[in-house]
């Protein structure tokens, strides 16, 4: 076999996985179907509202222990830390799959981007507090944390029976 062969041969290889790569991304649940956007939005709130749950189970001593509690404060600190723009891409709003999430949500940009951004500061108050062991700084970190959430809801997201 000449170079030239060898060479063309390689191309066409390539191509094809490529191809195989692409079809595969795009046939699949990938980032650019709303649904699935959708429902990861809702994995990355309830993984959120785990962390923030199991803090709060400790802080009762309601069974969670010391170290869920801090599983669970690193779970809300990474997930809080994602982009809005990829928990809240465009067109995911009510209608598409069972999103909860309001039109005007997109709307105030601004204000629900500025919503998002206040999770992750009050997590990580959340974290050193708990890291801190005093209990009554965990319970107060904990309610200006859930108060982040809350925020949010009450504006952007409707209400489900
Ligand atoms: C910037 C706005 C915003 C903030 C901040 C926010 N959420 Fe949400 N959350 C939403 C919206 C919108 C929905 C509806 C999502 C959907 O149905 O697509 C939602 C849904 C949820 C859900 C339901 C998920 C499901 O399975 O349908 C939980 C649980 C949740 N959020 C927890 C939290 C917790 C805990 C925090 C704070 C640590 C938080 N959220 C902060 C906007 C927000």
């Known amino acids: 076999m000449n170079n030239r062969v060898v ?14 790569l692409f079809g595969l991304s795009s046939g699949t649940a990938g980032a650019a179907d709303p649904a699935a956007q959708v ?12 962390g923030l749950g199991a803090v709060a189970k400790y802080v009762k001593g309601e069974g969670a222990t010391a170290e869920d509690a801090s599983k669970g404060v690193a779970a809300l600190v990474a997930a809080s830390g994602k982009d809005p723009k990829a928990v809240f891409p465009e067109g995911t709003e009510v209608g598409v799959g069972d999103s909860a999430a309001k039109p005007e949500l997109w709307k105030n940009w601004s204000k629900a981007q500025s919503d998002w951004g206040a999770v992750q500061p009050a997590a990580q108050k959340l974290q050193a507090a708990l890291q801190g062991g005093d209990r009554a ?24 029976n």
């Open 7 to 20: 060479n063309v041969l390689a191309a066409t290889s390539v191509a094809g996985l490529l191809f195989a």
């Open 39 to 50: 429902k990861e939005r809702q994995q990355t709130m309830k993984a959120m509202g785990g």
């Open 137 to 160: 700084q965990v319970a107060q970190a904990l309610a200006a944390t859930s108060k982040t959430c809350g925020g949010c809801h009450e504006d952007f997201r409707i209400k489900k």
